[in-house]
C-alpha cells in the first residue's frame, strides 16, 4: 500500500500570502495524484488532478505539480475562504487508493 | 448540475447491517466509475470501494473487504453499499462519489451519510 505523508500538519497564514503544501509518496505514483479541499461540515471538492490539471471551476491561484514521489499545492494569494483540510490522494499503484492524512490551512 | 442524493445512515448495533443509497442525476451515470469513501469522527478520509462504469470490476479496501458489497442499478441511476457485520469502528460519514470513465479522481461528490454503530 502506497503511504501519502503530508506536511506540514497545519498552515497559518495570512490573506495575500503564498500556501505551499507539500504531499510525498513512500514509493512513485507517476503523475497519478490529485488534492481536494474538504470545509467544515462539507463533502471534499477536486481541485487539482494528474497532479497539475485544475478542475473544472477551480480558481487559477490553485496550482499543483510534481511527479514520482514529491507534490506540491501551491496557493498562490489566499482568500480568507481558503480555509479548509487539503487532501492529496494517489491512484497509481491500487487497490487501494490511498489518501494523505491531511493539511489544515488556517487563515489569520 | 451533477447531483449525488444520500440516503440510508442512521445507528445500528454492531454485528447489524445497514445498505447506503446514492442517486445521481445531471449526468451519464452508466459512464462513470463510483466510489465509496468514508471519514470517522476527526479523522481524514478512508477510501473503500470501487466500482467500475461497467460493473466489470469492483475493488475493496482490506478493512471492508467480505463485509462490504459495492453494486449499481442504472436504470435507477443509483448506486449501493451493503454493509455486513457492521463494527464501531466503521462509525463514520459515508460518502459516495464519481470518477471519470477512465480515471480515479473523485470528480464529485455526495454530501455525505453519517453511520453509527453502537449498542
Known amino acids: 500500500e502506497i503511504v501519502l505523508t503530508q506536511s506540514p500538519a497545519t498552515l497559518s497564514l495570512s490573506p495575500g500570502e503564498r500556501a505551499t503544501l507539500s504531499c510525498r509518496a513512500s514509493?512513485?505514483?507517476?503523475?497519478?495524484l490529485a488534492w481536494y479541499q474538504q470545509k467544515p461540515g462539507q463533502a471534499p471538492r477536486l481541485l487539482i488532478y494528474d497532479a497539475s490539471h485544475r478542475a473544472t471551476g477551480v480558481p487559477a491561484r490553485f496550482s499543483g505539480s510534481g511527479s514520482g514521489t514529491d507534490f506540491t499545492l501551491t496557493i498562490s494569494s489566499l482568500e480568507p475562504e481558503d480555509c479548509a483540510v487539503y487532501y492529496c490522494q494517489q491512484r497509481d499503484n491500487w487497490p487501494p487508493i490511498t489518501f494523505g492524512q491531511g493539511t489544515r490551512l488556517e487563515i489569520k | 448540475q451533477v447531483l449525488l442524493v444520500q440516503s440510508g445512515g442512521g445507528v445500528v448495533r454492531p454485528g447489524g447491517s445497514l445498505r447506503l443509497s446514492c442517486e445521481a442525476s445531471g449526468f451519464n451515470f452508466a459512464n462513470r466509475g463510483m466510489h465509496w469513501v468514508r471519514q470517522a469522527p476527526g479523522k481524514g478520509l478512508e477510501w473503500l470501494a470501487y466500482l467500475r462504469y461497467d460493473e466489470s470490476d469492483r475493488y475493496y479496501a482490506d478493512s471492508v473487504k467480505g463485509r462490504f458489497t459495492i453494486s449499481r442499478d442504472s436504470s435507477k441511476k443509483t448506486l449501493f453499499l451493503q454493509m455486513n457485520s457492521l463494527r464501531p469502528e466503521d462509525t463514520a460519514v459515508y460518502y459516495c462519489?464519481?470518477?471519470?470513465?477512465?480515471?480515479?479522481?473523485?470528480?464529485?461528490w455526495g454530501p455525505g451519510t453519517l453511520v453509527i454503530v453502537s449498542s
Open positions: 462519489a464519481r470518477s471519470p470513465k477512465w480515471d480515479l479522481h473523485l470528480d464529485s
Open positions: 514509493q512513485s505514483v507517476s503523475h497519478y
